[in-house]
């Protein structure tokens, strides 16, 4: 009998069993429901893997170890947390944002505690009073709700990347959907920030969504098929709206993807549903003000200032910098200017150095900052914009293009300082990165650049870390 059948399942319980070791040493921490959690967690996970295809034993075993890695930070945080406050309902958050949302969470559910603090938390905060009508009031469901949302988004990343890239380059269906899951699940902001009470996992499952349904839009060729796809964009598309409300844009302009090759027929179809989609999201909109009456406009320069030029350890030179050229005060097109500047930061933020800075608030806010394997994905992607994207199909350029034109939107906006923005786009960048290196392996201007790249990124990393620490530099 093959060994091989006894094997996932075994690693299956060893993870239960280490999981449950972990938590006898966490008294704080609610054994019974934890377990429960993960394992319902992991089903869900596995299930929806199964069901998309392209499975292999890598990826089984990838996905096993991320579900361990992120149960394993919720318990430790959870046990962080409990300890911190007046009591685990009532604790001390380190963090800001953080705090409203789930102080907002317990306001809107009438617990007694709790404020609400702007509409950028409100929506986030309705997300986690929904689900204690579920769970109860508890610190344990988000951060699981998170734990469901990172790990999904790995497994979504991964069918997009087969969906764009199968039959397009040497590489079998069950390679690339592995693939796509690695280099998600590598990126540690990505993944680690569903061990977090933070809106960016639920946002960026919401983002793949909307790019995975806007192709079923495109290519489905049964009316059941369409209509999945037309509910899967619209609830992206809400998601979204409720919890960032001014990205609504993203997942708008994803669908133009669904308009490539199409009669006039399918995009007309496609078109109304986009002003659906729209539409539901003003209805949501105009419900989310029950709470919170907010006279929305746009922030004025001292305020955009403020939000992204607080004091952070590490780079205030760079703060000072922005300032000092006054860089929110300027027109639009003389910020254009400094993207070079704006996007390296962006691009090199969170610094490889500066993530031991964040254990004593959080292991899993300090795991969330180990920006190595962000840099590996990101160099992909810089070598498929210089050598494969006029070879690359015409969806995969049209979904990468896109999110690059947001990504440097954010480096433009922000002046490079909110960083955690970008990397919500990750799962719509990664098969532009995982083409890049299935057709450039093994050739010689891939080679150069492996060599090129990490000599470049060293310096401008050494750069960083020269100017981080000058006392001298912008007196």
Known sequence: MDSRKFTYPVAQLLALVALAALMACLPRVPSAAMVAASVAVWGVVAAVYGRLGGT?????????ALTLTLCAGVAIDYNQLAASGLSPLLPQFDNFDMARYYYGAAFISDTGEGYLEGRNALGYAVVIAGLWKLTGWTLLSPLMLNVLAALLTVVLTGALTRRLLSGRCDRAD??????????????????FSGTLLMKESLTALSLVVAALSALRLRTGSTRRGFLA?????AASCVAVGVLRHKWVVIPSVLLSVAFVGCGWRRRLSVALIGVAAIAACLCCELALQHWYDVAFHTPDIDRLSDNFTSPSAGRDAYY????????FSEPWWKRLLWLPLTAAVQFLTPFPWNFTSEISTSVTLA??????PWYA???ALLYYWGRCARRSPLELLIITALATLFWLGFAWFCGGTVARYAYNLVPLLVPAAVYAVARGCGTKGFRRWAVIYPALLAAALASAYLIQHSKNLLP
């Not at 796809?229 to 964009?233: D, E, I, Q, S, V």
């Open 367 to 372: 795991a969330v900052k180990f920006s190595y």
């Open 174 to 191: 069950g390679w690339l959907t592995t693939a796509g899951m690695v280099a998600s699940g590598a990126v540690c902001y990505l993944t």
């Open 377 to 379: 994905v990101g160099g």
């Open 320 to 327: 000072t910098l922005l300032e000092r050229i006054g860089y």
């Open 229 to 233: 796809g037309a509910l899967l964009f």
């Open 56 to 64: 292999t034993s890598v990826g089984r075993y990838w996905l096993l």
